[in-house]
């Protein structure tokens, strides 16, 4: 699998899959959600009140993924995951390893070759960046995964190059 990685607005990748750093609602939000829904129109929104009413009456919980289609977004699928909040109490880096994990266990589902993840729960949820990056390379090059191609789309100079320091540290 090839790791690549971009500085950008993921909701511009014509990629298979998008990854959306949801809530556990799946009601949209702000930061990558709300571009995500934004761009995607109304369809993504209507399919993840769907997924509430019948599977995630109670939400999505952390470090899990579904996906949806995605719209008018120039990709196939969005697959929501919801990152963990970061906490300087708890170590909760399982949570963020499993959401790459679940996620690209939902690609392979799917049959998504290519899949563009954002840099989950360093917005609102307040990771590190150097942290997460660490971590969301660390998991995806663990998975065991038919997906040929994994880009991480940064939004800021910073997220990228915490996310270009994971990549050449191992
Ligand atoms: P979380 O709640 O998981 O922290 P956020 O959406 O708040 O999720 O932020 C996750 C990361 O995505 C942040 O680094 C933020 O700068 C970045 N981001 C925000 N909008 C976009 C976008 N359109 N494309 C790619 N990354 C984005």
Redesign the pocket.
């Known amino acids: 699998m090839r790791i690549t990685l971009l500085q ?4 511009a990748q014509a990629v298979d899959a998008v990854v959306n ?1 949801a ?1 556990s609602s799946l009601m949209g ?5 709300g ?1 995500v829904h934004r761009r995607g129109g109304p369809s993504i929104l209507e399919e993840c009140r769907r997924l509430r009413a019948s599977r995630y009456g109670r939400g999505l919980p952390t470090g899990q993924a579904v996906a949806t289609t995605a719209g008018d977004l120039p990709a196939r699928w969005v697959i929501h995951t919801v ?1 963990p909040v970061f906490s300087p109490e708890e170590d909760r880096s399982d949570l963020l390893a499993s959401c790459h994990r679940e996620s690209l266990r939902v690609a392979d589902e799917l049959g998504a070759a290519t899949v563009a993840f ?10 590190p960046l150097d942290g997460a990056a660490r971590i969301a390379v660390g998991a995806v090059r663990a998975a065991a995964t038919r997906v040929r191609e994994v880009r991480f ?4 100079p910073d ?1 990228y190059t915490a996310f270009e320091q994971a990549l050449t540290a191992g």
């Open positions: 950008g607005d993921i909701t750093a809530n939000g702000g930061g990558v959600d571009a990152g954002p840099a989950v729960s360093t917005g609102v949820f307040g990771w789309v940064l939004f800021t997220a």
